[in-house]
């Protein structure tokens, strides 16, 4: 029987959500491996034969995070599936990038899908996702990997999902949120942070190192870390303007 595991970068939860999902509708046993931990990048992972790995991560900016995700991954032939969440704008080049680096890594790819969470930056965009039909996507999912892992074999040809190979830049998004009057100093921001931008002392975010993800944000329960400036009021009014109303589908991706 092959081994499944979950393996997500899910700084505000949505990636790690639907991979839990659908490791959930598989049926068998899962692990978990949590690549928005620091330590879980550190060192080499190494998968075999045996194993089939669900990746899950975020879109930034039509991208995966610029953080070299999943570098320290093995395949050894292990299959994978590829997830990307994004937040009802677009996933442009993520999903391609991840199967991408999954291939690299040696793994067999063998079906993929973008899903649609709440926007990082508006509860109002991407609102109550997932919806009747993205677990319908789910299942579907499931149980094309349930008859592939019973057959033991993926049946056709190299897998094909959207994107460019020449895929857009990174673009960095220079929302850097910083400790307000209300902090407490407990700092569990600084421990969240999956890319340490967070000093452990000070609780100021190192604006060179911050990805902008909202870990820190989302994990205050005191609502003490903000981002106070222009810049990020208009994106908000911009993404609740033109994507509060609109519903993307999720769309999954098999081989054929
Ligand atoms: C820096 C940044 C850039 C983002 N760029 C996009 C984007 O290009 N398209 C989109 O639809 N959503 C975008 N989002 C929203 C996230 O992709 C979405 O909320 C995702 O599900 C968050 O995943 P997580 O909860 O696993 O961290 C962005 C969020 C952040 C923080």
Not at 42 to 67: H, M
């Amino acid at each position: 029987m092959k081994k499944v595991v979950a393996a997500y970068f899910s700084p505000t939860g949505n990636s790690k959500k639907y991979v839990t999902l659908l490791a959930e509708k598989i049926d068998i046993p899962f692990d978990t491996l949590d690549f928005t931990k620091k330590e879980n990048r550190r060192n080499d992972v190494v998968f075999s034969k045996e194993s089939i790995v669900l990746f899950s991560a975020p879109v930034y900016a039509g991208r995966l995070p610029n953080i070299n995700l999943f570098d320290n991954v093995k395949g050894n032939g292990a299959y994978a599936v590829c997830i990307v969440t994004y937040g009802n704008r677009e996933y442009d080049d993520a999903l391609l990038e991840l199967k991408n680096i999954c291939e690299q890594k040696g793994f067999q790819v063998v079906a993929a899908a973008a899903f649609i969470g709440e926007h990082t930056y508006s509860e109002y965009v991407g609102a109550n996702r997932p919806n009747e039909q993205d677990d319908l996507k789910i299942e579907e999912l499931a149980e094309y990997i349930k008859s592939g892992i019973s057959k033991n074999c993926f049946e056709g040809n190299k897998l094909q999902v959207k994107g460019n190979e020449k895929y857009c830049e990174h673009k960095a998004i220079p929302l850097i949120p910083q400790p307000n009057e209300k902090c407490s100093q407990c700092g569990s921001c600084a421990r969240k942070c999956p890319v340490g931008a967070i000093d452990e002392k000070t609780l100021l975010s190192d604006s060179t190192k911050c990805i902008s993800c909202f870990a820190c944000v989302k994990c205050c329960t005191k609502k003490a870390r903000e981002v106070n400036n222009n810049m990020y009021f208009q994106l908000v009014n911009m993404l609740e303007k033109n994507l509060k109303d609109v519903e993307k589908e999720a769309e999954i991706f098999l081989l054929k």
